[in-house]
């Protein structure tokens, strides 16, 4: 059995950029300043390292990035939360018919891997018709700030789920960023890095993934890819 842990953002789903405004308006709410995230970049990174980039950039008390940093992550939890749209995310091709071929065959076990919060990854994959049935647990961006230690927390989770351990080698992180292939390089895992988020085939490339896509479309393809 192998371990398919797939990110979300620019792997299965596009939000068009909705996080930014909802990171400035939680941040700037919380810290009574304003707050931008104009040359930040979100890819591949965990929800509190985003915040705590964004906080530090625009030169926020530091009490906010260390003894409240939980404060502001819970406000932007509650935001986003609030704010979210289910119409404004875009499922990228293949997503789901991937998922759903996937999600019933034995030799595989799906979960996420993700910078988001918990509770956002599962709204986020609930807005293209995936839900826990389909990724019954995942490592998130709540669980570690750090995305190189989600691998290890996944595998655990998914030794407690299933009732058998995972090798490195049968564990394979499916991504769209760079942090992607180095998540799964750092623990041993295969990778398959998909050009459909922020970085292009050639910045892909320079990385050394296991495997290259441009996306998730050719179901068959990408099937015997991750199953054989």
């Not at 990724?135 to 927390?153: K, Q, T």
């Not at 623990?187 to 459909?196: C, E």
């Amino acid at each position: 059995m192998k371990l398919l842990l797939f990110d979300i953002d620019g792997t299965l789903l596009t939000t068009n950029g909705a996080g930014r405004g909802v990171v400035e308006s939680a941040l700037s709410d919380l810290v009574g300043q304003p707050i931008s995230t104009e040359g930040i970049s979100f890819s591949g990174k965990t929800d509190p390292q985003i915040l705590r980039e964004v906080l530090t950039y625009n030169g926020a008390d530091d009490t906010w990035t260390n003894g409240r940093f939980a404060e502001a992550v819970e406000a932007f939890r509650q935001t986003m939360h609030r704010v979210f749209d289910p119409a404004g995310t875009d499922e990228l091709d293949g997503a789901t018919t991937l998922i759903e071929r996937l999600h019933p065959d034995d030799r595989v076990q799906l979960a996420l891997l993700t910078g988001n919060l918990n509770e956002m990854a599962y709204l986020k994959v609930g807005a293209i018709g995936l839900n826990e049935t389909h990724f019954p647990f995942g490592a998130f961006g709540s669980d570690h700030e750090d995305r190189n230690a989600l691998p290890a927390i996944a595998a655990e989770r998914a030794t407690a789920h299933a009732g058998r351990s995972f090798e490195a080698h049968d564990i394979i992180v499916i991504g769209d960023t760079p942090r992607d292939i180095e998540c799964a390089r750092v623990h041993g895992a295969r990778v398959v890095a998909v050009a459909t988020g922020k970085f292009d085939r050639a910045t892909l490339a320079e990385h050394e993934p296991d495997v290259l896509l441009n996306s998730l479309a050719d179901t068959d393809a990408v099937l015997d890819l991750l199953v054989s």
